[in-house]
């Protein structure tokens, strides 16, 4: 049987580690969590992935090789 509700697994993207970092972008009202990149020098978001979790938070970690992602509200 096809599951047309399947967990899509996230595409990596690469990141320029000098002028961008890594960021969890967490909603007051929601709870909403998104992972991505922002620029340092400019602010632009780029989006990578929701996280509904803590091992979708791991994953994002693992696959860029990261120890710690800071939260911005």
Known sequence: MLN???KKQPVKKEYDRANQKPVLRCSI???E???GFKNIHTGQWEEVMLIKNEEDLETF?????LKEVAKEY
């Open 4 to 6: 047309m509700f399947r």
């Open 29 to 31: 009202c929601t709870g």
């Open 33 to 35: 969590q998104v992972a």
């Open 61 to 65: 970690k693992r696959m860029y090789d």
